[in-house]
């Protein structure tokens, strides 16, 4: 038999090599960005440090009953509370930064190809089985290549969460302008509409509750990758956890892990609404 | 001046038309050249105009290519052969940045399910067509609300469309459409989704805003009364072609074809016939300065109880004389039957339609006079002439 073996194709050598060029010809580029970003995060986790965790914890209790009623209020104010009382309260602002800092940018980019998924064919042909290999490619492989780019720690952690989280944004995005009734389209045609004057005007405001959708799913998405991602040094509470994990100490890996569930709620409860209270 | 004008107008749906206009100009029918090519055919050689201030209404069933014809007209849907001309000019060879000013200007449309946008309220429904103009918003705005005032919806405009009923929904699309001050209404099935009293609201406020506006209407329906009562003219389609052009009581009167006769065969004709439709001349009338005598000669030749009397100059209708009143004043050997005129005398108009002529004569039992509007003498109708026409299947 091992005489008339196939001989293995070098998928994963091909795969380093393009890695390694990348990395000689643009790593200058991405450090660069990462430099910059990681300055950014550092001073969003400086500004809601240098409030009082109570001054924080009253903001985000208030915006919970405004935005999504009184027990998501009053739930936010305990979960907090708790979070604080557990002294977490430091990783806890560290991964609420990257979780948000990672959906603003997969927003950013995610919201233009979704549009342009919706709009043209070729572009949706391109995209949908790329977001299909994003998606079901295990999240630990892409910590790999991050830290030649952008080094050990958060930035890595945010492109490798970016890649990961962004999908269900880009996926919603387009589904959404997609479901605009097609004789909406035709009367905005039948008016004379242009093409952006039918997306400002009809398609994306349509479509906005699906997007939130989408930016929903994105957060959460991110929020379980900011947690795989503190093995190249997010720190967080996902820092917390991955400590745990190396010294066996169960206690400390479930209390930073229910933290972790508690943040998540509070952060899906008002992004549901996000969307509906417009 | 023709502001509507299709020559020849073609659609085959596919992404291959060629071998389908083939067959289609050898005459082979719809059904054949589908199993043949797998291309539909939507329209076939449809040509038509519709003049200024006209309401033409395309009737037809479902797949007869009537929807699919209102949307070549703005091309919205694109014809595959064939020319469409508006105001004398052939839109077919417009660019895309021309057929967009095309659309803004000249057409308003109004859907069948009304297609209003839910996420705005019916003020900014209505200003939509001038809002991508780029009209000034104070302009625009008011605009919007003449056009929601010639709808009756004034007090509406913050309210969201899912607020509202069918009907004053539609007449906020009917608004929408108005707004932009298009020269064509484009109205597809703009009534068939409201139930058949608002139905009939809905048909005579067309009617009305129609004398006032004097737009062109290219009106869809599949509903034929509907068809007869608003249109000026109708056309009838049958897979994707042309079967008849008329006005509505040609169509009725002469059925080009057994489809057709088929779908006029349960009209109610007494509603749409007009009175133009059943006159006939008088036989004879008198006039003033008539010696009685000659008058009840008259009456008696035509074996009439009345006879109408008319200016000898200019045939307009004085009134009547009855044959009592005439054979006593040839006892008394008047010299004239001025003084026998009776002025109080139901009249129509020659559109006043069967209905209105049968409650007249149910209480009027000699002739009606039809006059124009200077009361000249048109014709009469008689009893006879309207059950005739009611009872007429078939060609005269």
Not at chain 1, 181 to 187: D, F, R, T
Not at chain 2, 159 to 180: C, E, F, T
Not at chain 2, 270 to 289: E, G, I, M, N
Not at chain 2, 338 to 349: H, N
Request: charged residues 20%; proline residues 5%; hydrophobic residues 50%.
């Amino acid at each position: 038999m091992e005489k008339f073996s196939v001989p293995k194709l070098p998928l994963d050598d091909w795969i380093d090599s393009g890695l390694d060029f990348m990395t000689e010809n643009f790593a200058f580029l991405t450090k660069a960005i990462s430099k910059d970003l990681k300055e950014v995060i550092e001073h969003i986790v400086e500004g809601l440090m240098f409030f009082p965790p109570y001054v924080v914890i009253v903001i985000f209790s208030l915006m919970g009953w405004w935005l999504a009623g009184r027990k998501v209020g009053i739930f936010t104010a305990i979960g907090l509370g708790l979070l604080w009382n557990l002294r977490l309260w430091e990783p806890t602002m560290a991964t609420l930064t990257l979780v948000l800092v990672a959906t603003f940018l997969a927003v950013l980019v995610g919201l233009p190809m979704g549009i342009l998924a919706a709009l043209s064919r070729t572009a949706y042909r391109l995209i949908m089985p790329l977001m299909d290999f994003m998606q079901t490619m295990p999240a630990f492989v892409y910590l790999i290549p991050a830290i030649p780019f952008f080094g050990l720690g958060e930035v890595s952690a945010i492109f490798s969460t970016l890649v990961f989280a962004m999908p269900p944004a880009i996926r919603l995005t387009c589904l959404g302008i997609k479901q605009v009734p097609a004789e909406l389209i035709e009367a905005a045609d039948a008016f004379g509409s242009t093409k952006l004057q039918k997306l400002f005007k009809l398609q994306l405001p349509l479509a906005v509750p699906t997007i939130m959708a989408g930016i929903n799913q994105t957060i959460m998405l991110a929020l379980s990758m900011v947690v795989i991602a503190a093995m190249i040094g997010a720190g967080g509470l996902g820092g917390e956890v991955w400590k745990a994990i190396q010294r066996l100490e169960a206690g400390r890996g479930f209390q930073a892990g229910i933290a972790i569930v508690i943040l998540a709620m509070i952060l899906d409860r008002l992004s549901q609404k996000i969307g509906q209270k417009k | 001046m023709e502001k509507i004008s299709a020559v020849n107008l073609t659609k085959i749906f596919g992404p291959h038309p060629e071998r389908a206009l083939k067959l289609l100009s050898q005459g082979t029918s719809k059904d054949d050249i589908f199993n043949q090519t797998g291309q539909a055919v939507g329209l076939a050689d449809v040509s038509f105009e519709v003049p200024e201030g006209e309401i033409l209404v395309v009737m037809g069933l479902s797949g007869s290519g009537k929807s699919t014809l209102i949307r070549s007209i703005n091309r919205l849907i694109e014809p595959t052969s064939g020319q469409i001309f508006i105001d004398g000019e052939d839109i077919t060879t417009l660019d895309h940045d021309e057929l967009l000013e095309l659309r803004r200007h000249k057409f308003g449309m109004v859907f069948q399910h009304f297609a209003l946008f839910p996420h705005r309220n019916i003020l900014n429904n209505v200003e939509y067509g001038l809002e991508i103009q780029k009209v000034d918003k104070e302009l625009r705005q008011e605009k919007a609300r003449d056009a929601l005032k010639l709808v009756g919806l004034e007090g509406w405009e913050d309210a969201k469309p899912s607020q509202l009923s069918g009907g004053m929904q539609q007449r906020v699309g009917l608004a929408r459409a108005l707004a932009v001050d298009p020269d064509i209404l484009l109205m597809d099935e703009a009534f068939s989704a409201l139930d058949p009293l608002i139905r009939g609201d809905m048909q005579n406020e067309l009617n009305s805003l129609q004398d006032r506006m004097k737009k062109t209407i290219l009106f869809i329906t599949h509903d034929l009364d509907e068809a007869l009562k608003i249109g000026n003219r109708v056309v009838l389609m049958k897979d994707g072609q042309v079967v008849q052009v008329g006005t509505p009581e040609e169509i009725l009167m002469a059925p080009a074809n057994d489809y057709v006769r088929r779908f006029v065969e349960n009209v109610d004709k007494s509603k749409v016939l007009t009175a133009k439709s059943v006159l006939t001349q008088a036989r004879v009338v008198a006039y003033p300065d008539d010696n009685p005598r000659t008058v009840l000669d008259k009456m008696n030749s035509e074996c009439l109880s009345g006879i109408l009397v008319v200016k000898h100059d200019d045939n307009t209708l004085q009134g009547m004389v009855q044959v009592k009143a005439a054979s006593a004043a040839v006892e008394r050997g008047d010299k004239s039957i001025a003084s026998l005129i009776q002025e109080k005398v139901p009249t129509v108009t020659s559109t006043a339609p069967l209905t209105t002529l049968i409650s007249i004569l149910v209480e009027w039992p000699w002739q009606v006079p039809v006059v124009d509007e200077e009361r000249q003498l048109q014709g009469v109708i008689v009893y006879s002439g309207v059950l005739a026409a009611l009872a007429k299947r078939e060609n005269i």
